[in-house]
Structures are given as structure tokens and as C-alpha cells.
């Protein structure tokens, strides 16, 4: 039945042979070739309705939209089940987990045999980034969960006219490649068993073969466990492929932004997860005259152009938004996106009415139902949504996506911010000397773990370039490559690179800054920086903003907090050295001699 079924999908051979291969492996019911169409996706999502995976949402508040809650086992990346299986172990460094790639293939057909019994296997033809562009990012996922396709849809550019682009190509012998990836929740139905809500597996494995440019993935039906376009595609895969052919694939934001003068300024920012990349990406600023659109919010795919610039593309069609804290004074762009519906929410609260509703949301519902499947009130002791609940909104719905976004050459970008969430020791923003010195900022990045992956919330860790869970690859070569695109390019024509932190806390454990809209300050700052027009002093970590350089008009800060957030403390400062020396013995002599000559450089200033 199986090979027979998959005949009809494609005249692609190479795709056929792998779908029937796993499909005899998995021994699905059925087997579905995704087409994209409206009309399938409202058979999909009828029958997330019937399975009771999806709640509809009330159609005048969010038309065609859905309520999803996952079980509770299931709620994050899991960053301890994902692997980079290189055939080298040297090759997947310090920093990922790894296996040799037969052993783990051997350990995951045990896992994927007959898993999709009872279940429709769904083939899901996509492309990350543009179909037009000069070689097309193909992939290929096989997935035994409806509500993946239905996230794909909205995540990722699929369907019937990526199939048959690929399907054409072959028929011309045009060399291009695509992307085996593998997918199921591992939750077989025997006969007559009906399904739980959530399906899933305990036993959780996120795969990458690097060499083989292939992805499995088992146990999991949670946003980068499973959307595997996302995370494993679009950054562990392609930062390998990045690193063979010269480009970049960051885990990063992309934003336009326009002074009042009518000036454009393209910035890239790299956060680790739920540090901020969203709310930036959509931001309105609070300083009159100034214009932020957006082009991406997670992903940014950089090579260096004919003109020496660094050009970037978002290769994503849609937000998978953190929910909570999202609101009309935090993100109203976001707000505006997802009120146009089309959208999936998971792991948040559902309200009487049929609306969704998060902590940090206006209006408080007076009874809702938690993402637990719990009544809840104002008054429970429990939250309403989890902390990493999530919006799957299409991008195309987002009022402020700039016109860019459809270029397949994509935008050059004039600077590069890093961040992360610290309460202490960094300042709001400061300038890197160069792009060596920029590399060595990214790939010492700080930050407080969150509840975007499974494990401790609040502890710090070095987190390079925000990358630490998504390089492919041996982070010091990861480190080297960024060196090397420093050196191979002209300087002046690359972006200019800073440090922001939007989470530095008072004494009483309160943000400093107020964030959101207002990080529209620091921006501006930034792009009048690139432009030799603000002022700094040289410290010893960087160019740090002059308090009057920073544009504070109707800002309402004392000068002693607005001191704070610009302070250096050597002494906070010295207390990173030996982390950072720590951080990099971890890389042996895998670690470029640049970046200890730049901590070298930093311990003399610092004790100077
Ligand atoms: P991922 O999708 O996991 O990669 O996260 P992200 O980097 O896109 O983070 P996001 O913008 O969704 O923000 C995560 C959390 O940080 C949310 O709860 C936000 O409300 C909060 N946040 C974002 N920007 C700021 C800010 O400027 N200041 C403060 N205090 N919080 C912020
Ligand atoms: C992140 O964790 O960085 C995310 C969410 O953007 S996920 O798709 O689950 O990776
Ligand atoms: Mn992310």
C-alpha cells in the first residue's frame, strides 16, 4: 500500500524514494502530500478540532485562529535531546551533544519503526527563504502531526509550487538540493485506540546529520523540535552549509529603520530566545519622526554582496511569538498582526468567550481556562499561560512588514546588535572597536537561561552570538568563520557591531530601562554612531554612550538611573575575566588566537 500511495505525490524521484523508504519504516495509515491549499487547511484544522488538539477561537475576535494546548511533558526545545551527529566528533565541539550518525540512525529506526501506525504521514514540500531565489533553500518534511503542517503552513513558504519547482528543475538537470526532514510525535495508535489531544513520546530525540544535511526528529510536537524548517533547518543545517560556503545563518532579528531626515538604516540583532528579538523586530518607537519596519524576527541568512555589504534575508513566513508580556503598550504591531487571525496560539489561557489570553495581556478575563486544562481566575496562584506559550502568526499579516521582505537579494545591513538578559555588569549599549573585537563580544555573549528550552530559568551562560543551542557545527570553527568574514571584507563596508542590554535591574530587582518602544533611543544612538554623529567614551569594554548623546527627550528617568544603565563597574567587569577564560579553555586549540588576544586586551584595560 505504502509505496503505491507515496507514487502519486511527485515525479521527483529522489523524494519518492525517501517517502516510500519511511514510509515502510513508520507504516502510516496514510500518507498525504501537502498541497498548501485554503481547502486543506481546513480539513487539517477541522480535524485538529475533531482530535481535540484545536479549540476554534471566536470567529469576531480571532477569525480562523486556534487554541492549542500541549502536554505538559512537551513545552520547549530540549536542548539535552539534541544532537549534531558529524561522522567526526571533533566536528560537533564542545558545546553540542554528540553521537556517531550509524549508531544514533540504528538507535532511531528502533524508535520510528511502526511509530506512525494509526496516523496520516503528511509530506510537507518547502522553502526557506524565497522560491525565486538564485538557489532555492529546499526541504522536504515528513511529519505524522497535523498540527505541524498546519504551523508549517503559517512558519514557512510550502506546498504544491515548491514541489513542482523542484519537480521542474530535475526534468531541466538543474543541480539543487533539498533537505530530507524527519518527523513524528512517536505516539502510535493501535486499532481502535483513540488519540489523546497532545500526542507525544517521552522518550524525545532532535537530530542533526550535518554531513548528510538531514534532520530526525522524534517524541516531540513543540515549535523548534518539530517545525523542522526552523531551528534545525534554517540554522543548525544551514549554519553548516554557511560555514562551506562563505555566508552567515544568525540566529537574528532584522528591522528597517527611517529618521526623520528620511535616512535607512537596516540593523541585525542576535538574542538568545525570549530576550527580546520580537518585540524589537516589531518595535514603535517613542521618539517623534523615527520609523522601525519590520523584516524578520528569529532567523537571518547574511552573505557578503558583489558591493562588499552584508546582505540579509528572513527565511521565514511568520512569527512564533513568546505570548506573555505581549501587549498593546509592549508589541501593538503584534497585536495588530494576530487580530487579523490565521493564527495558532499554544500553551496559553482560553477565555469564556473564545479569545486567548496571557500574563502581561490587558483585561484580565474574569475566568479562563490555564494552558494545564485548569479553571483559573485573577486570583489563582498559578499562571494562566505558560511562560514560553506561543503566537504562530503569518508575517505577510504584520502592517509594518517592510516592502523588502519580498526582495530575494534581501537588505544591507549597517550594524549588528548582540544582547542578552543580565541583571548586571553590561551596559545598555556600547560600541564594539572593530570586528574582531565584535566577534569577540558575539562569541562571549552572557545571558539568563529562559523558558524557551527545557531546564533552570535565570541562570547565566555564555550563549555566543546567541547561537549556543543552534551552530551545526564546533563553535570555535563557528568562531573562527566570523573572524575570517572580518578579514576576507573590506571593514568599513561590513556592519558595525554593539552590545545592547535591555535587562539591567535596580536594587530592588526592577528593570532599570524601560524597554519596548523606548529601545527606539538606543537605536537611533546607534545609527548616529555609524554615521560619526554621537558621542561616546572609550572604556575599557567599548564605546559607551555619553549621557547626552542619547536622545532622552520625554524620557521620564532620573539622571542617577539613567547613569546606571550606562555604568561600566570594573570590578562586575573583572569578575567576567575568569568566565570567560573558562569559557574558552572549553575550546582548546580549536579557539581562534584572536579572541584570547582580544580578553588579553580586555584584562589590560580593564586593570590599567
Ligand atoms: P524567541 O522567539 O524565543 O527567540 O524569543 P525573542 O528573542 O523573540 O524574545 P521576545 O521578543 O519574544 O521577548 C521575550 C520576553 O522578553 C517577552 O516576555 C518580552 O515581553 C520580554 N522583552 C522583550 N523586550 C523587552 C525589553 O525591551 N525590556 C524588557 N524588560 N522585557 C522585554
Ligand atoms: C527559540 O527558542 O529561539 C524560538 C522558539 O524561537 S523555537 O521555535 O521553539 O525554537
Ligand atoms: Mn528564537
Not at 66 to 71: G, M, N, P, Q, T
Not at 363 to 392: F, I, M, Q, V
Not at 465 to 474: E, H, K, R, V
Not at 576 to 601: A, C, H, N, R, S
Amino acid at each position: 500500500m505504502t509505496a503505491a500511495a507515496a507514487q502519486q505525490g511527485t515525479t521527483h524521484q529522489g523524494i519518492l524514494d525517501w517517502v516510500t523508504e519511511v514510509a515502510e519504516l513508520t507504516q502510516p495509515d496514510d500518507i498525504h502530500w501537502c498541497t498548501g491549499s485554503d481547502e486543506e487547511w481546513v480539513q487539517l484544522t477541522d480535524f485538529l478540532v475533531g482530535t481535540g488538539t484545536f479549540i476554534r477561537l471566536d470567529e469576531s475576535k480571532k477569525p480562523n485562529s486556534f487554541y492549542a494546548a500541549s502536554d505538559p511533558i512537551d513545552v520547549a526545545r530540549v536542548e539535552d535531546r539534541t544532537y549534531i551527529c558529524s561522522r567526526d566528533e571533533r566536528d560537533a565541539g564542545p558545546t553540542n551533544n554528540w553521537m556517531d550518525p550509524d549508531a544514533m540512525k540504528e538507535l532511531m529506526r528502533g524508535l520510528y519503526a511502526g511509530c506512525m501506525k494509526g496516523r496520516t504521514m503528511y509530506v510537507v514540500p518547502f522553502v526557506m527563504g524565497h522560491l525565486e531565489a538564485e538557489h532555492p533553500m529546499f526541504g522536504v518534511e515528513i511529519t505524522d502531526s497535523a498540527y505541524v503542517v498546519a504551523s508549517m503552513r503559517v512558519m514557512a513558504r510550502m506546498g504544491s509550487h515548491v514541489l513542482r519547482k523542484m519537480e521542474e528543475l530535475e526534468a531541466a538537470g538543474t543541480e539543487f538540493s533539498w533537505v530530507p526532514a524527519l518527523h513524528s510525535v512517536g505516539h502510535p495508535l493501535a486499532e481502535g485506540e483513540d488519540d489523546v489531544a497532545w500526542p507525544c513520546n517521552e522518550t524525545k530525540y532532535i537530530v542533526q546529520f550535518p554531513e548528510e544535511r538531514m534532520i530526525w526528529s522524534f517524541g516531540s510536537g513543540y515549535g523548534g523540535n518539530a517545525l523542522l524548517g526552523k531551528k534545525c533547518y534554517a540554522l543548525r543545517i544551514a549554519s553548516v552549509m554557511a560555514r562551506d560556503e562563505g555566508w552567515l545563518a544568525e540566529h537574528m532579528l532584522i528591522l528597517k529603520l527611517t529618521s526623520p531626515e528620511g535616512v535607512v538604516k537596516y540593523v541585525a540583532a542576535a538574542f538568545p530566545s525570549a530576550c527580546g528579538k520580537t518585540n524589537l523586530a516589531m518595535l514603535q518607537p517613542t521618539i517623534p519622526g523615527w520609523k522601525v519596519e519590520t523584516l524578520g524576527d528569529d532567523i537571518a541568512w547574511m552573505r557578503v554582496g558583489e558591493d562588499g555589504r552584508l546582505w540579509a534575508v528572513n527565511p521565514e513566513y511568520g512569527f512564533f511569538g513568546v505570548a506573555p508580556g505581549t501587549n498593546e503598550h509592549t508589541n501593538p504591531n503584534a497585536m495588530r498582526t494576530i487580530a487579523k487571525g490565521n493564527s495558532v496560539f499554544t500553551n496559553v489561557a482560553l477565555t469564556e468567550d473564545g479569545d486567548v489570553w496571557w500574563e502581561g495581556l490587558e483585561n484580565p478575563p474574569a475566568r479562563a481556562t490555564s494552558w494545564k486544562g485548569e479553571p483559573w481566575t485573577p486570583d489563582s496562584t498559578e499562571l494562566s499561560s505558560h511562560p514560553n506559550s506561543r503566537y504562530c502568526t503569518p508575517i505577510k499579516q504584520c502592517d509594518i512588514l517592510a516592502a523588502e521582505y519580498d526582495d530575494p537579494r534581501g537588505v544591507p545591513i549597517d550594524a549588528i546588535l548582540f544582547g542578552g538578559r543580565r541583571r548586571d555588569t553590561i551596559p545598555l549599549v556600547f560600541e564594539a572597536r572593530d570586528w574582531t573585537h565584535g566577534t569577540f563580544l558575539g562569541a562571549t555573549l552572557s545571558s539568563e537561561t529562559t523558558a524557551a528550552a527545557v531546564g533552570q530559568v535565570g541562570v547565566v551562560r555564555r550563549d555566543p552570538m546567541a547561537m549556543l543551542p543552534f551552530i551545526g557545527y564546533n563553535a570555535g570553527d563557528y568562531f573562527n568563520h566570523w573572524i575570517t568574514v572580518g578579514k576576507e571584507n573590506d571593514a568599513a563596508k561590513l556592519p558595525k557591531i554593539f552590545y545592547v542590554n535591555w535587562f539591567r535591574r535596580d536594587d530592588d530587582g526592577n528593570f532599570v530601562w524601560p524597554g519596548f518602544g523606548e529601545n527606539s533611543r538606543v537605536l537611533k544612538w546607534v545609527v548616529e554612531r555609524i554615521d560619526g554623529q554621537a558621542a561616546a567614551v572609550e572604556t575599557p569594554i567599548g564605546h559607551v554612550p555619553t549621557p547626552e548623546s542619547l536622545d532622552t527627550d520625554g524620557l521620564d528617568m532620573s539622571a542617577a538611573d539613567l547613569a546606571k544603565c550606562l555604568e561600566v563597574d570594573a570590578e562586575e567587569w573583572k569578575a567576567e575575566l575568569p568566565q570567560i577564560q573558562e569559557w574558552f579553555d572549553k575550546f582548546g586549540d580549536d579557539l581562534p588566537g584572536v579572541l584570547w588576544t582580544e580578553l588579553d586586551g580586555l584584562r589590560a584595560r580593564l586593570e590599567g
